[in-house]
Every structure is written in structure tokens, then in C-alpha cells.
T-cell receptor, first 110, second 113 residues
Framework: SQQGEEDPQALSIQEGENATMNCSYK?????LQWYRQNSGRGLVHLIL?????REKHSGRLRVTLDTSKKSSSLLITASRAADTASYFC??????????FGTGTRLQVFP | DTGVSQDPRHKITKRGQNVTFRCDPI?????LYWYRQTLGQGPEFLTY????????KSRLLSDRFSAERPKGSFSTLEIQRTEQGDSAMYLC???????????FGDGTRLSIL
């Protein structure tokens, strides 16, 4: 079963705009991770944020975590056509395995 | 490239046949995971190994499924008597410890005719 939900399910924007995706989860976690998946490919790790962190940056990516609300957001700034992909959040639910959300499909138009 | 490698990339088989997939993790990673992903969904956990030991199995892993990691390096996932519902992408991932990211292969896409 899925741990949580991403919102929105699909997002279409123009190049240069920012994209924000949200993730909610259900149980306590040690860390939360965001992954990107291009069509027909495996998942590429983007960023890991620990439960005691509130915000993390990596290049054009900004991730926030609110453990009181059991939610996280991923912001991609100055989007590019190459950012077109599905984005998933995954939590560890205090175990070794990852539990993924349902994903956000991002389309960036040139 | 020393990433996670999966073989084959695609497998088409008739219902009732057995299939086996292979995963070669990143060499220094002692943890290896299998996930299944159906169209439009996120990956779902199947099982994982720490070295040779299979430490957890999902309820999704029926008795038709078996996974091994005999020498603590590569792993195989076998599905016996395949069914239509087994059609999915099977993903393998590895990591060095639970606090580090899992690195995924490109998966094996299984289609059951």
C-alpha cells in the first residue's frame, strides 16, 4: 500500500516557471526522500531530508519537511524542459524499506 | 558505470511460464531491495536483503515469488506460473545503510501475454 499522496497528480508549466509538488504521509519517519523518474526508466535520487531537518537545498531544488503535519514539498525553480518527469516522495516509516507516494507528473513546455 | 544493473530490461512471456530477473547492485552496497511498479503508481516494496540474509518480505510476495542473494552480491527474483497481474516494472535498488539514499536500476519490464 502507498504511504502517502502527492499533490497535484499532474502539473504543466512553461520553462522558467517554478514547480511545487506536495507530499503527505501517514506514519513517523526517520527521513523522507524525493526521486525523479523519466518514462520507462528507473528512479533517480534527488534529495534526502531527515526528520530533524526543516529545509534542504540542492541546486534548483528546495525541499521542506513539516513532521507535525506529516507533509513535505519539493520546489523546482526556473524549470527546464529536461525536468519533465514523474516525481515521487518516499518515506522509510522507521524501517529499511521505502514507501512511495503516487507521484506527480510534471510537464515543462519549452 | 558502477550503478545498479538489471537484466533483462524487457521480458515478454506467456501466462503460466516461469521468469527470472537479475540485479547487480553497486559493489560496496550491502543492502539490496526489490520493488514492483505498475502503470501510474509509485513503486511498492517486495523484499530486501542485507548481505545474504532476506530480512523482510511484503505480503505482495506470494508463494509464486522467490528472491535470492546467495553470495551477498547479485540477486535474482523468480516468478513461477506467471499470471496477468504480474505484468509490471520490477525495480532493484541498493544502499550502504538505511540512512543513505537507495540507488535504483532501470528495471525489468515484464509483460504477460
Amino acid at each position: 500500500s502507498q504511504q502517502g499522496e502527492e499533490d497535484p497528480q499532474a502539473l504543466s508549466i512553461q520553462e522558467g516557471e517554478n514547480a511545487t509538488m506536495n507530499c503527505s504521509y501517514k506514519t513517523s519517519i526517520n527521513n523522507l526522500q524525493w526521486y525523479r523518474q523519466n518514462s520507462g526508466r528507473g528512479l533517480v535520487h534527488l534529495i534526502l531530508i531527515r526528520s530533524n531537518e526543516r529545509e534542504k537545498h540542492s541546486g534548483r531544488l528546495r525541499v521542506t519537511l513539516d513532521t507535525s503535519k506529516k507533509s513535505s514539498s519539493l520546489l523546482i525553480t526556473a524549470s527546464r524542459a529536461a525536468d519533465t518527469a514523474s516525481y515521487f516522495c518516499a518515506t522509510d516509516a522507521e524501517t529499511d524499506k521505502l514507501i512511495f507516494g503516487t507521484g506527480t507528473r510534471l510537464q515543462v513546455f519549452p | 558505470d558502477t550503478g545498479v544493473s538489471q537484466d533483462p530490461r524487457h521480458k515478454i512471456t506467456k501466462r503460466g511460464q516461469n521468469v527470472t530477473f537479475r540485479c547487480d547492485p553497486i559493489s560496496e552496497h550491502n543492502r539490496l531491495y526489490w520493488y514492483r511498479q505498475t502503470l501510474g503508481q509509485g513503486p511498492e516494496f517486495l523484499t530486501y536483503f542485507q548481505n545474504e540474509a532476506q530480512l523482510e518480505k511484503s505480503r505482495l510476495l506470494s508463494d509464486r515469488f522467490s528472491a535470492e542473494r546467495p553470495k551477498g552480491s547479485f540477486s535474482t527474483l523468480e516468478i513461477q506460473r506467471t499470471e496477468q497481474g504480474d505484468s509490471a516494472m520490477y525495480l532493484c535498488a541498493s544502499s550502504s545503510n538505511p540512512d543513505q539514499p537507495q540507488h535504483f536500476g532501470d528495471g525489468t519490464r515484464l509483460s504477460i501475454l
